[in-house]
């Protein structure tokens, strides 16, 4: 076990890190630009190169879902609790599994350009009301997740330079908010996926470089990896054991449920990872594409896994408590130890791209929602001519992107990883049950989806403000005052029911006037033939 200083990155890894990244910043803005949609059609912005193959679409998918957060925090999550954190990981690998199982190709086959089209072409008696609450789903859920990655390009900044001062704080925010805006608004779909192809390719083989490297100085003995660990924890087998974060007691475990809850089933209802799911041109390349998705997510989590257990065992639990409390610095003080101020560099380099990939995503996602939900479908109502629509696009990026900007500079101590699971909650708990009771259930009604849209959201904001989070423990954000009446940290647990129970009853309540829609939208789910010969 070695002593690791207080600086995490010396004067020669900023520099580097700085060139690096503006490399593939100039590299990767010029590669959008070039890709980027040269005719006015919405297809090509909102959907881009369909004849990708699987695993430039699977790296995609991978891009798009994996942020920051499992290369810096579940690192540090299994750095300081162990146990706990592997089990962290193993619901972050299951997530995919709920989306090629249950709505991959259904989805595919019924969607055009967003999940509004599905909910329109199984409710079309109300589908402006349905667009309009899924739009202000979409941008409350991007919107959290946007401020997240912003927030957590500052918490990255911090590891170099200490505390930034609010000048630095704002211009780290700006300059990333504004690259994300151009590779949204001026590249679309074909210049997001590049650099998400170039962000999934870059984090797969900086891991692997890490692990390798973990794994060779301990000879590529696991048990011998564990057991260091567990010396390195100073708590000896307890570390290798529930209870360090989750499972001490019943509230605990309720909480770490609620949050794996989130996790596993928000991702098949993120607007990102949605649009990604329409993307390919046939269900063939789509299926393959997970799969390729699901293997690059669980080679990354893997991989955190032994980096976050070489952490322990090289560094030791309580210098790298003593750095960072939260361990968002574990990956960095471990790439310094093993590899000096190169490898911190490429591992520097390859947050912040990460950061910036993912906020591109996130942007588009919610651009084409507003852009072709709210304005083509709702406001226009179908009116809007393919230039106008691109245009309000590409205006609605720079909209969101500036939102973004001012929510990341409010001076609210917040976590990241709070916000992200607030997303996924939400996702979980409002866009899940419509999705999923339009696919398959048969009685389902547009007052089903509007109570579930509206209900999910409601119960997930409330629950998260009358929660930990906010006030009632040292760690919230208001920490002197206690309005604190739900007990866990994420309302996944109750919030997902809730808008399951919601769809249900608006459905009974207030059921389809014409049940015999049904039979038409799922012989396109099942075979998707508008549904392609629409995006062809």
Known sequence: MVTVSASVVNRFSLQLTFVLFLSVVVVTLF????????????SEFYLGNRN????????????????????????????????????????????????????????????RFTLGDTLALRLPRLQRPVRLALAICTLVITTL?????????????????????????????????????????????PGATFIQVVKAVMLVSGVAIMAVLVLTRFHWNVDALLSA???????GQRFLESGLRYGAGTISKLDFFSLELAIVLGLAALPHVVMRLLAPRTNRVLRTSVVWAMGLVGFVCLAAGILGLGATAILGRDNI?????????????????LGGGL???????????????????????????????????VI??????????????????????????????????????????????????AILPALVYSLFWRRFSAHGALLSLYGGLACSVLLVVFSPVLSGSPTSVYPHIDFAWFPLQNPGLVSIPAGFLLGWLGSVLRPQREPSEYEEFQIRTLVGTAARAARD
């Open 321 to 337: 408590a003593k750095i960072d409390p939260r361990g968002d610095a574990t990956v960095l003080l471990l790439a310094q130890s």
């Open 229 to 235: 660990a567990a010396r390195g924890s100073g708590l």
């Open 145 to 189: 997740y946007l401020v997240a990655q912003l927030v957590g390009s500052v918490a990255l900044l911090t590891q170099f330079v200490g505390a930034p001062s609010q000048a630095v704080r704002t211009l780290c925010v700006i300059a990333i908010g504004t690259i994300v805006i151009v590779y949204a608004a001026l590249g679309g779909m």
């Open 380 to 429: 226009r109502k179908g009116r809007a001519t393919q230039t106008e629509e691109l245009g309000v696009a590409r205006m609605a990026a720079a909209v969101i992107g500036v939102l973004g900007m001012l929510l990341a500079l409010l001076p609210w101590e917040i976590s990241t990883a709070s916000l992200a699971f607030l997303a996924f909650a939400i996702a979980a708990s």
């Open 343 to 377: 490898l911190t560099a490429l591992i520097s380099c390859l947050a912040f791209v990460t950061l910036l990939a993912v906020a591109a995503g996130l942007t588009l996602a919610a651009a084409s929602s507003l852009a072709h939900d709210l304005y083509g479908e």
């Open 31 to 42: 590669t959008a630009l070039l890709t980027a949609p040269q005719r006015d059609e919405i």
């Open 52 to 111: 990708m193959s699987p695993l430039r679409n699977g790296l995609a998918m991978c891009g798009d879902y994996l942020s920051a957060a499992t290369l810096l925090g579940s690192t540090g999550l299994v750095a300081l609790t162990g146990y706990d954190g592997l089990l962290y990981l193993g619901g972050t690998t299951v997530a995919w599994m709920a989306v090629l199982l249950v709505i991959a190709e259904p989805l595919h086959n019924s969607g």
